[in-house]
């Protein structure tokens, strides 16, 4: 019996029902909870005998098309398609309308076909979320025009149909026969790609901690391949929160034969290199419409032939990527995000499947995909995920939207912005007696003021309405300051979703010019992502998690909302111990008290060092300020010894000179601050990295914020310090010594340089390999 190609209604719509150009100016529109809550309250107000949610099915030519319409009035005859939307309705978009009509004609081909009926009145409701009224689109179709129209959407779907089943049977094939890209695996990597494959294949989650220089890319990447037809596994998604990693997983690719120049055959896997909206765009200085840009002009209209020749292509890192879509005049951005739709393998960063709005896990929910996770260097999603869910306002940029708001704007946003200021400065007053720590600025609140939360609230909604009369400039600070507003009340949202104990709200004030006027920020800070990390994991079939460091199991599983049972595997190190020498200097202490005390002997000990194994070196220190310091003073007291030093805010082009100066033949030492872009990520083997000093044991800085994260963590964990501190700051540790040794014919020395790491509890925390010296 011949298969069928299963298609949701939204799905086959979006892709024969979407014309002209890519418009993001920005049109106020309803949150996700703001939807669902318009489509209840549609439905609520219709008669008893009204259907809601109505599964649909339908069969035409090798096309399975399903889906669920809203809603449909017995009575009336009348199948209601609802979209919610704030503002002027005349101002939304006309190939909305069209998109949003052809769905609803679907839907009642689909219902005309399972019971029967000769015609269908079919509705667009349009939801107004601020005013709660309705605008009701009603026309009606006879059977025969929306069976007419149904089919015309499936033969318009059927030719890309044929070739995404034509390709789905090859690339299964192909990675079915796929051989690994060398004649034996390394030491311990064939272990790691048995437990990502066992993973893979029973639909569990897995941490593993696989020591650096094992092949933790393509160990991985490798058997997750293998389990997509063996699993019936749709897409694979290799995340990373490094660029280090995404050229990683590229540079793996083509080792398995799946990455071909552009005159070759494309492979039989589809793969798709993501980045940011801010590298690949082509013309910054434009806005991102078809009046402004030429790529976003006619988009649409150009998207069938740029998507077809996309995946001739089949090999999308960032370079095909753009090639292609300037050979059709698109953005490539944009292109990017179309073709995340048709790739059987994505890389990206870890915010598209993770972030509250991320894209990647959004096209899982919507499409159904059984899809599997790669998470390369996982034990960053824990700074990471927090980041995605904090948020932080700041009574400044208030202040200066206030100051500089056009005349023309006075009337509408004067006093919702007046209403805002003046619950802030209430919440400051009432806060000034309860500031803690050394910073006589900072305050823990209970939660965020009613009043404010209201002000905050209504000042969304004046910006919206006003939106709807004229644009706001994209770089304006007042629509800057509309999105921070957006966000953090998004953010207060996830934090009634993961529970108050896992938010942390405070209040900061500052001295903002010259003239001692005070100013404040407000945060809303995750201090425990798990709760809603958790969901995305759920979404997903296998998720492998993979590091050099994610030890102790534990921590990570408590951090990341997974299970308790999650494995963890620590693979052994492909190293013998004999490779590295590992001192301890004992007798220096880093803390803050003592660092003028440990200048001396900290460039007495990497001057020693280097005269008695001249080469290159990397030295990390816990700030700019304390490896400034001791940079002058290894220049006062050994001027021989070559050094040169990280600097604040290097651009890309400078970090990239950093690293290329560690050559085979080069000599000196290079200074770092520890959990830096060049504390992990970066590949320095053989000669071009002899050795590494750490002068910090990597604990974040104490202060009202981190101590009030550690005094949650104690209440959640019950043990702050270790969570909140001393995990995190070796998790730093391990990853910049294990710049040092990359390869078994490695050899080199670490001098890890404080007293404490000679205590027992740290040293347990170091990798078992490693060879202890005092």
Same mark, same amino acid.
């Given at each position: 019996?011949?298969?069928?190609?299963?298609?949701?209604?939204?799905?086959?719509?979006?892709?024969?029902?979407?014309?002209?150009?890519?418009?993001?100016?920005?049109?106020?529109?309803?949150?996700?909870?703001?939807?669902?809550?318009?489509?209840?309250?549609?439905? %609520?107000?219709?008669?008893?005998?009204?259907?809601?949610?109505?599964?649909?099915?339908?069969?035409?030519?090798?096309?399975?098309?399903?889906?669920?319409?809203?809603?449909?009035?017995?009575?009336?005859?009348?199948?209601?398609?609802?979209?919610?939307?704030?503002?002027?309705?005349?101002?939304?978009?006309?190939?909305?309308?069209?998109?949003?009509?052809?769905? *609803?004609?679907?839907?009642?081909?689909?219902?005309?076909?399972?019971?029967?009926?000769? %015609? =269908?009145?079919?509705?667009?409701?349009?939801?107004?979320?601020?005013?709660?009224?309705?605008?009701?689109?009603?026309?009606?179709?006879?059977?025969?025009?929306?069976?007419?129209?149904?089919?015309?959407?499936?033969?318009?779907? @059927?030719?890309?149909?044929?070739?995404?089943?034509?390709?789905? *049977?090859?690339?299964?094939?192909?990675?079915?026969?796929?051989?690994?890209?060398?004649?034996?695996?390394?030491?311990?990597?064939?272990?790691?790609?048995?437990?990502?494959?066992?993973?893979?294949?029973?639909?569990?989650?897995?941490?593993?901690?696989?020591?650096?220089?094992?092949?933790?890319?393509?160990?991985? =990447?490798?058997?997750?391949?293998?389990?997509?037809?063996?699993?019936?596994?749709?897409?694979?998604?290799?995340?990373?929160?490094?660029?280090?990693?995404?050229?990683?997983?590229?540079?793996?690719?083509?080792?398995?034969?799946?990455?071909?120049?552009?005159?070759?055959?494309?492979?039989?896997?589809?793969?798709?290199?993501?980045?940011?909206?801010?590298?690949?765009?082509?013309?910054?200085?434009?806005?991102?419409?078809?009046?402004?840009?030429?790529?976003?002009?006619?988009?649409?209209?150009?998207?069938? !032939?740029?998507?077809?020749?996309?995946?001739?292509?089949?090999?999308?890192?960032?370079?095909?990527?753009?090639?292609?879509?300037?050979?059709?005049?698109?953005?490539?951005?944009?292109?990017?995000?179309?073709?995340?739709?048709?790739?059987?393998?994505?890389?990206?960063?870890?915010?598209?499947?993770?972030?509250?709005?991320?894209?990647?896990?959004?096209?899982?929910?919507?499409?159904?995909?059984?899809?599997?996770? =790669?998470?390369?260097?996982?034990?960053?999603?824990? @700074?990471?995920?927090?980041?995605?869910?904090?948020?932080?306002?700041?009574?400044?940029?208030? %202040?200066?939207?206030?100051?500089?708001? $056009?005349?023309?704007?006075?009337? *509408?946003?004067?006093?919702?912005?007046?209403?805002?200021?003046?619950?802030?400065?209430?919440?400051?007053?009432?806060?000034? #007696?309860? !500031?803690?720590?050394?910073?006589?600025?900072?305050?823990?609140?209970?939660?965020?003021?009613?009043?404010?939360?209201?002000?905050?609230? !209504?000042?969304?909604?004046?910006?919206?309405?006003?939106?709807?009369?004229?644009?706001?400039?994209?770089?304006?600070?007042?629509?800057?300051?509309?999105?921070?507003?957006? #966000?953090?009340?998004?953010?207060?949202?996830?934090?009634?979703? @993961?529970?108050?104990?896992?938010?942390?709200?405070?209040?900061?004030?500052?001295?903002?010019?010259?003239?001692?006027?005070?100013?404040?920020?407000?945060?809303?800070?995750?201090?425990?992502?798990?709760?809603?990390?958790?969901?995305?994991?759920?979404? @997903?079939?296998?998720?492998?998690?993979?590091?050099?460091?994610?030890?102790?199991? #534990?921590?990570?599983?408590?951090?990341?909302?997974?299970?308790?049972?999650?494995?963890?595997?620590?693979?052994?190190?492909?190293?013998?111990?004999?490779?590295?020498?590992?001192?301890?200097?004992?007798?220096?202490?880093?803390?803050?008290?003592?660092?003028?005390?440990?200048?001396?002997?900290? %460039?007495?000990?990497?001057?020693?060092?280097?005269?008695?194994?001249?080469?290159?070196?990397?030295?990390?220190?816990?700030?700019?300020?304390?490896?400034?310091?001791?940079? *002058?003073?290894?220049?006062?007291? #050994?001027?021989?010894?070559?050094?040169?030093?990280?600097?604040?805010?290097?651009?890309?082009?400078?970090?990239?000179?950093?690293?290329?100066?560690?050559?085979?033949?080069?000599?000196?030492?290079?200074?770092?601050?520890?959990?830096?872009?060049?504390?992990?990520?970066?590949?320095?083997?053989?000669?071009?990295?002899?050795?590494?000093?750490?002068?910090?044991?990597?604990?974040?800085?104490?202060?009202?914020?981190?101590? !009030?994260?550690?005094?949650?963590?104690?209440?959640?964990?019950?043990?702050?310090?270790?969570?909140?501190?001393?995990? $995190?700051?070796?998790?730093?540790?391990?990853?910049?010594?294990?710049?040092?040794?990359?390869?078994?014919?490695?050899?080199?020395?670490?001098?890890?340089?404080?007293?404490?790491?000679?205590? $027992?509890?740290?040293?347990?925390?170091?990798?078992?390999?490693?060879?202890?010296?005092?």
């Amino acid at each position: 019996m011949t298969s069928l190609l299963r298609v949701a209604v939204r799905t086959l719509c979006d892709f024969t029902a979407r014309e002209g150009d890519l418009d993001l100016r920005f049109t106020p529109a309803p949150s996700a909870r703001e939807g669902i809550a318009g489509h209840q309250a549609v439905t %609520a107000r219709r008669d008893a005998g009204y259907e809601r949610e109505i599964a649909l099915e339908g069969v035409q030519g090798r096309l399975r098309v399903v889906g669920r319409a809203d809603g449909f009035d017995p009575a009336r005859g009348r199948l209601e398609e609802i979209k919610t939307f704030r503002g002027d309705l005349d101002a939304q978009p006309e190939r909305h309308r069209r998109l949003h009509l052809a769905q *609803a004609r679907v839907y009642g081909a689909l219902l005309c076909r399972a019971r029967g009926f000769d %015609a =269908l009145e079919i509705a667009l409701v349009y939801f107004d979320v601020d005013s709660g009224r309705e605008q009701v689109v009603a026309e009606r179709y006879s059977r025969e025009a929306l069976e007419a129209f149904f089919i015309a959407q499936c033969d318009a779907w @059927a030719d890309w149909a044929e070739r995404e089943m034509a390709h789905r *049977a090859a690339r299964d094939r192909a990675l079915r026969e796929l051989r690994f890209a060398h004649a034996d695996f390394r030491p311990g990597q064939r272990q790691l790609a048995e437990s990502v494959y066992k993973a893979a294949s029973t639909g569990r989650h897995l941490l593993l901690q696989a020591p650096t220089g094992i092949g933790k890319t393509i160990g991985t =990447l490798f058997p997750m391949l293998k389990a997509m037809p063996a699993r019936a596994l749709d897409r694979v998604f290799f995340l990373t929160a490094r660029n280090t990693g995404r050229a990683l997983a590229l540079e793996a690719l083509s080792a398995l034969g799946m990455a071909p120049a552009a005159s070759e055959p494309a492979p039989a896997l589809r793969s798709l290199e993501l980045i940011a909206r801010d590298s690949a765009c082509e013309h910054p200085e434009l806005a991102c419409h078809g009046d402004a840009c030429p790529l976003a002009a006619g988009f649409y209209d150009r998207l069938p !032939q740029a998507r077809r020749a996309a995946v001739e292509r089949g090999f999308l890192d960032r370079a095909a990527l753009r090639e292609v879509a300037l050979a059709h005049r698109l953005c490539p951005y944009y292109l990017g995000q179309e073709m995340a739709h048709w790739c059987d393998l994505v890389i990206a960063d870890v915010n598209y499947w993770f972030d509250s709005s991320a894209m990647l896990y959004a096209l899982s929910q919507q499409h159904q995909w059984r899809t599997a996770l =790669l998470v390369d260097e996982a034990h960053n999603l824990v @700074a990471r995920g927090r980041a995605m869910y904090s948020a932080e306002l700041d009574r400044g940029e208030l %202040a200066h939207v206030q100051r500089n708001l $056009p005349a023309a704007l006075g009337a *509408a946003l004067k006093t919702p912005l007046e209403r805002v200021a003046r619950h802030w400065r209430a919440l400051e007053r009432e806060r000034e #007696h309860q !500031q803690s720590g050394e910073s006589s600025g900072y305050a823990v609140l209970t939660g965020i003021p009613a009043g404010l939360g209201r002000a905050l609230a !209504q000042l969304v909604g004046a910006v919206n309405e006003l939106m709807v009369e004229q644009p706001i400039g994209i770089d304006s600070a007042l629509l800057r300051l509309y999105f921070d507003v957006l #966000h953090f009340s998004r953010m207060l949202e996830a934090a009634a979703t @993961a529970g108050e104990t896992h938010y942390l709200y405070d209040i900061t004030r500052y001295e903002a010019g010259r003239r001692g006027r005070t100013c404040s920020r407000l945060a809303l800070r995750n201090v425990v992502p798990a709760p809603l990390l958790a969901s995305r994991f759920e979404a @997903a079939h296998a998720a492998v998690l993979f590091s050099a460091t994610l030890a102790p199991a #534990h921590f990570y599983r408590d951090q990341l909302g997974l299970d308790a049972h999650t494995p963890w595997y620590d693979l052994p190190a492909p190293f013998a111990a004999e490779q590295l020498d590992v001192y301890i200097a004992a007798h220096i202490s880093t803390r803050y008290r003592d660092r003028e005390a440990s200048l001396d002997p900290i %460039a007495d000990l990497i001057a020693a060092r280097y005269a008695g194994r001249p080469g290159n070196y990397l030295a990390f220190f816990s700030s700019f300020d304390y490896l400034e310091r001791l940079q *002058a003073r290894l220049a006062e007291r #050994h001027p021989l010894v070559p050094c040169r030093a990280q600097r604040r805010r290097m651009s890309d082009s400078e970090r990239r000179d950093f690293v290329a100066g560690f050559t085979p033949e080069g000599q000196g030492v290079a200074l770092a601050v520890l959990g830096g872009v060049f504390g992990e990520g970066i590949d320095l083997p053989g000669e071009r990295l002899v050795g590494a000093f750490i002068a910090t044991l990597g604990l974040a800085q104490i202060n009202p914020v981190n101590e !009030q994260m550690r005094a949650r963590m104690a209440t959640l964990f019950g043990d702050g310090y270790r969570y909140a501190y001393l995990y $995190p700051g070796i998790t730093r540790v391990v990853q910049a010594a294990g710049r040092v040794i990359r390869t078994p014919a490695d050899r080199g020395e670490i001098h890890l340089i404080d007293d404490r790491f000679a205590r $027992p509890e740290v040293r347990a925390l170091l990798p078992g390999w490693w060879r202890l010296e005092d």
